[in-house]
């Protein structure tokens, strides 16, 4: 394994005499996405804030590479209606280069928002433009937590397929907290299971399998393994009758 861009060893958070977090071990390498799931309550976002460096541990260490650039898309960004910011002001903070900026415009489609004031844009169209401003950042590490807030069906899949694309366009590796189990099983390398503590593990063939997985979830629905040649992880597909993401493309993708 290359050196991890973040590693958490024994980290615990303890909130009024609570554990929120219990002697988490956890690592992210380099272009690697990874899914982060679990029950509400389990903890989830407060390991986010961890791997970013917003929360500090109560209990253990956290290690990141030397200079790290991160990204960041949160569940949920308020806006103050008396701030006079478009969607364009907000993308020159960051600076970007015109190549750059003209890029992550056509590949999350906000061309037609660049005028519009933060505070009129639809959740689905906020998420597009959180994320494109995390991409002007160039990061190594892209952490989205819940990003599929707002979106309807049509753009929700595809930016479940965008995202899967990102370690090859943009060189970043991915941290996505996800409810969508779907998605986790179909486009995710490694899936962590956290509830408080690290339930299970591993790659979505190994974590389905997992007695932790099933007694938090279920053994309701059967996944299947599916390989693409030109893919280096393993895809698996739902058997029930949840919507099945769109053949994978390595041509732009439109949201």
């Given at each position: 394994m290359s050196n991890p861009l973040v590693q958490l060893n024994g980290v615990s958070l303890i909130f009024d005499g609570k554990k929120i977090l219990n002697a988490v071990d956890f690592a992210i390498e380099p272009l690697e996405i990874v899914s982060l799931i679990g029950p509400n309550g389990a903890g989830k976002?407060?390991?986010v804030k961890v791997v970013l460096g917003l929360q500090a541990a109560h209990q253990g260490q956290r290690?990141?590479?030397s200079g790290l650039r991160m990204g960041y898309v949160p569940q949920r960004v308020h806006v103050s209606p008396s701030l006079p910011m478009r969607v364009k002001d907000l993308f020159a903070l960051a600076r970007p280069r015109r190549a750059q900026l003209d890029q992550v415009i056509a590949e999350v489609s906000v061309a037609g928002l660049l005028?519009?004031?933060?505070?009129e844009?639809?959740?689905g169209e906020r998420q597009r433009v959180l994320l494109a401003r995390a991409l002007l950042q160039s990061p190594q590490l892209l952490v989205l937590d819940e990003p599929m807030q707002g979106l309807d069906l049509q753009s929700e899949t595809e930016l479940y397929q965008y995202v899967r694309?990102?370690?090859?366009?943009h060189g970043c590796a991915v941290l996505m907290v996800s409810h969508d189990l779907q998605w986790v099983m179909q486009g995710t390398q490694r899936v962590l299971c956290l509830n408080q503590h690290i339930c299970c593990s591993g790659t979505p063939a190994q974590v389905q399998r997992a007695p932790e997985y099933q007694a938090?979830?279920?053994?309701?629905?059967?996944?299947?393994e599916h390989h693409h040649d030109h893919c280096q992880h393993t895809d698996l597909h739902v058997t029930d009758?949840?919507?099945p993401l769109k053949k994978h493309s390595h041509q732009n993708v439109r949201m």
């Amino acid at each position: 394994m290359s050196n991890p861009l973040v590693q958490l060893n024994g980290v615990s958070l303890i909130f009024d005499g609570k554990k929120i977090l219990n002697a988490v071990d956890f690592a992210i390498e380099p272009l690697e996405i990874v899914s982060l799931i679990g029950p509400n309550g389990a903890g989830k976002s407060s390991l986010v804030k961890v791997v970013l460096g917003l929360q500090a541990a109560h209990q253990g260490q956290r290690q990141v590479q030397s200079g790290l650039r991160m990204g960041y898309v949160p569940q949920r960004v308020h806006v103050s209606p008396s701030l006079p910011m478009r969607v364009k002001d907000l993308f020159a903070l960051a600076r970007p280069r015109r190549a750059q900026l003209d890029q992550v415009i056509a590949e999350v489609s906000v061309a037609g928002l660049l005028n519009t004031a933060l505070q009129e844009l639809s959740g689905g169209e906020r998420q597009r433009v959180l994320l494109a401003r995390a991409l002007l950042q160039s990061p190594q590490l892209l952490v989205l937590d819940e990003p599929m807030q707002g979106l309807d069906l049509q753009s929700e899949t595809e930016l479940y397929q965008y995202v899967r694309e990102l370690p090859q366009r943009h060189g970043c590796a991915v941290l996505m907290v996800s409810h969508d189990l779907q998605w986790v099983m179909q486009g995710t390398q490694r899936v962590l299971c956290l509830n408080q503590h690290i339930c299970c593990s591993g790659t979505p063939a190994q974590v389905q399998r997992a007695p932790e997985y099933q007694a938090l979830f279920g053994t309701g629905r059967v996944w299947y393994e599916h390989h693409h040649d030109h893919c280096q992880h393993t895809d698996l597909h739902v058997t029930d009758t949840a919507v099945p993401l769109k053949k994978h493309s390595h041509q732009n993708v439109r949201m």
